[in-house]
């Protein structure tokens, strides 16, 4: 038993995301689990609880390894700087030829539509604060002049949400590196457009 207890469990979830990432949750089966991770069942089950667990707690693994490029976003020179950084680190991981980095647990699960309510609200709100995170850079980008719309700065993260998850897929398809950057860009283009509501019809009484 002094055994189990010689393992990192911060590597054991960074392993079990990587899998959930790529294989999905439904299809990732336990004992791709326990040979992923190099533990039996039950040391799975005393040290993380059951796959709904281990799930949840993988996927708040994988968000906390994002956070030293959030660090590095809010120490940009602009907030235009910080949406650069955030994609720039993107098409890092896009490019790599591990599938688990070019994976995001976070998308994969939204895109699997996991019938757990909870795991689906759990995964909503990774997806709510990295759009938050987004907003926020795009509302400073505004105020500082670097981020030329005056489109909602919500508006804005919506579609560099989009832009993520599109990247993703064409990762999948697979469209090389090369490509992968001008896109981004061409996407990222949009915030250097002064554009602005389109004016309301007119309303009458």
């Known amino acids: 038993m002094g055994r189990d207890r010689q393992f990192s469990p911060d590597a054991v979830l960074q392993q079990a995301a990587a899998l959930f990432a790529t ?36 996927v708040d693994c994988a968000v906390e390894r994002f956070a030293a490029v959030a660090y590095r976003m809010k120490k940009a020179t602009s907030g235009r700087a910080a949406l650069q950084v955030f994609f720039d ?28 309510e909870g795991v689906r609200a759990a995964l909503q709100r990774k997806w709510t604060d990295s759009h938050e995170l987004l907003r926020a850079q795009v509302e400073r980008g505004q105020r500082d002049g670097s981020v030329a719309t005056a489109l909602p700065s919500a508006d804005v993260a919506d579609d560099l949400m989009a832009l993520m998850s599109g990247l993703r897929v064409a990762a999948r398809a697979p469209v090389n590196a090369q490509r992968l950057g001008a896109m981004a860009q061409r996407g990222l283009a949009a915030l250097d457009v002064a554009s602005v509501l389109p004016p309301q019809p007119a309303t009458h009484h």
């Open 89 to 116: 680190e993107l098409q890092t991981q896009l490019s790599s030829d591990d599938p688990a980095q070019q994976a995001c647990i976070v998308s994969a699960g939204l895109l699997e539509c996991i019938a757990d």
């Open 23 to 58: 294989q999905g949750y439904a299809g990732t089966s336990l004992s791709q689990l326990t040979e992923a991770t190099g533990l039996g069942k039950q040391s799975l089950y005393n040290c993380f609880g059951d796959k709904r667990a281990l799930y949840l707690q993988a």
